[in-house]
């Protein structure tokens, strides 16, 4: 099976981009190129795109990734009702929004100070008990 990719070019900090044709199995680095059909500059916005041989390879079964389908389809390439067009708008809902802090019920800071001298009195009770059995087999001797 084929897959349209875009192979990255161009020098550190400056990419620019061709969309491949590739075997989709293989790694974009590694797969075999069966054939280019356009460019992409993101810095510039600019895609040029040769329409028809992306029809034929579309035609054939190319998967596109989602960043090729919105470049395709501005460039009027027609695509087949099997793509999923990527979604235009840019609210993604949030997975497990009831684990997030901000929607994490506030806790109390008040309570926790008055716990704190309760819990210094308790240590001071227990050496006392622990002094009160080591006494004991000392007396049985």
Same mark, same amino acid.
């Given at each position: 099976?084929?897959?349209?990719?875009?192979?990255?070019?161009?020098?550190?900090?400056?990419?620019?981009?061709?969309?491949?044709?590739?075997?989709?199995?293989?790694?974009?680095?590694? +797969?075999?190129?069966?054939?280019?059909? +356009?460019?992409?500059?993101?810095?510039?916005?600019?895609?040029?795109?040769?329409?028809?041989?992306?029809?034929?390879?579309?035609?054939?079964?190319?998967?596109?990734?989602?960043?090729?389908?919105?470049?395709?389809?501005?460039?009027?390439?027609?695509?087949?009702?099997?793509?999923?067009?990527?979604?235009?708008?840019?609210?993604?809902?949030?997975?497990?929004? !009831?684990?997030?802090?901000?929607?994490?019920?506030? !806790?109390?800071?008040?309570?926790?100070?008055?716990?704190?001298?309760?819990?210094?009195?308790?240590?001071?009770?227990?050496?006392?008990?622990?002094?009160?059995?080591?006494?004991?087999?000392?007396?049985?001797?």
């Amino acid at each position: 099976m084929l897959a349209i990719r875009l192979q990255r070019l161009g020098r550190k900090g400056y990419p620019v981009y061709r969309l491949a044709v590739q075997e989709a199995q293989r790694h974009p680095s590694s +797969g075999r190129v069966v054939a280019y059909v +356009g460019t992409y500059n993101p810095h510039t916005k600019e895609a040029s795109v040769q329409v028809e041989a992306a029809q034929k390879y579309l035609d054939n079964g190319a998967q596109p990734t989602p960043r090729v389908v919105k470049l395709l389809s501005d460039a009027g390439v027609k695509l087949p009702s099997w793509v999923k067009q990527p979604a235009t708008d840019k609210n993604k809902s949030i997975r497990n929004a !009831e684990k997030l802090r901000r929607n994490q019920p506030k !806790e109390e800071v008040v309570e926790e100070v008055a716990e704190a001298p309760a819990a210094e009195e308790a240590p001071a009770e227990a050496p006392a008990a622990e002094d009160a059995p080591a006494e004991e087999p000392a007396d049985k001797e």
